[in-house]
């Protein structure tokens, strides 16, 4: 389909998509989510990709609802319920992707905008760029952060962010791990290409598994999280070629080929 509200391209197996209306600080449209929608599909079909890079274009990565349609939702309970749905439900597809997700963070990036970042793997923010979820500034409860941000950062640190409606910025939201690295603006991109790089030389299915025992693992005892790994541990090794080529390679010195695999 063709994009209005982003861009999309592909690098060598890393999907990049960029919210492209600084306008309206990268607000988000029905448009955009038809189209962050379409990016998602791509990615669970396209199997020869290993990463997806969300970032933005201008000032902001995203500072959540457009006004024009949050004008329409607060007239339209309804439909707001809808709307919030479907920012959830993009969400959760980030985080149930196969491949590893990376946010970067280029700017202001606060309620429905903090909330996407939150589906993704990794957060890496501009040095200048400023996070937060400031619902409570406008007396708003948040619909698909809470939960997300406590296991991010802990309890008391996201009662801290989301009652105190904080911003944090660059290195701060490192320092309380929200993201993994903060980095100069002009160099954000590449950064965040780099990075993904050190994972786009694993086979896909190899991060696939693990990401899935780390993402059903949530709130299972120690007993119940061993259990679900050597459970995935035992399907991995009987479906997938990946770990008889690393263990092959390694005793013939040479680089594994996972194609051959």
């Known amino acids: 389909m063709p994009f209005t509200t982003l861009r999309y391209e592909k690098i060598d197996r890393i999907a990049i998509a960029t919210f492209a209306t600084p306008d309206n600080l990268n607000g988000i449209t029905e448009t955009r989510l038809d189209e962050l929608e379409a990016v998602l599909d791509d ?14 274009e201008g000032r902001a990565f995203c500072v959540g609802l457009d006004l024009d349609l949050l004008d ?8 707001f319920d ?39 793997d990794f957060m890496i923010v501009a040095d200048e760029a400023k996070v937060g979820d400031v619902h409570t500034d406008a007396g708003v409860v948040p619909a698909a952060v809470t939960l997300r941000l406590k296991r991010r950062v802990g309890d008391q640190r996201a009662k801290e962010i989301l009652w105190g ?14 993201a993994i690295k903060s980095v100069p603006l002009a160099t954000l991109r590449d950064e965040a290409i780099a990075y993904a790089r050190t ?21 299972l005892s120690v007993a119940e999280g061993a259990a679900l790994e050597l ?3 035992a399907h991995y090794n009987r479906t997938q070629p990946f770990g008889r080529e690393g ?8 680089v594994p080929s996972w194609k051959a695999a």
């Open 43 to 56: 990615c669970e079909k396209d199997e020869t990709l290993g990463a997806l890079i969300l970032t933005g």
């Open 72 to 79: 329409r939702t607060f007239n339209d309970l309804d439909f």
């Open 82 to 120: 809808v709307i919030v749905a479907r920012v959830n439900g993009i969400i959760t597809r980030l985080e149930n992707l196969d491949i590893p997700t990376i946010v970067a963070n280029n700017g202001f990036t606060r309620a429905g905008g903090f909330e996407i970042s939150l589906g993704c």
């Open 165 to 178: 409606a904080r911003w944090y910025k660059g290195q701060e939201a490192v320092d309380i791990g929200l």
């Open 199 to 219: 994972m786009t030389d694993k086979p896909r299915a190899t991060l696939a598994t693990l990401k899935r025992i780390m993402r059903d693992g949530h709130g």
């Open 231 to 233: 459970e995935a541990f």
């Open 247 to 254: 263990y092959t390679a390694f005793r013939e010195k040479r």
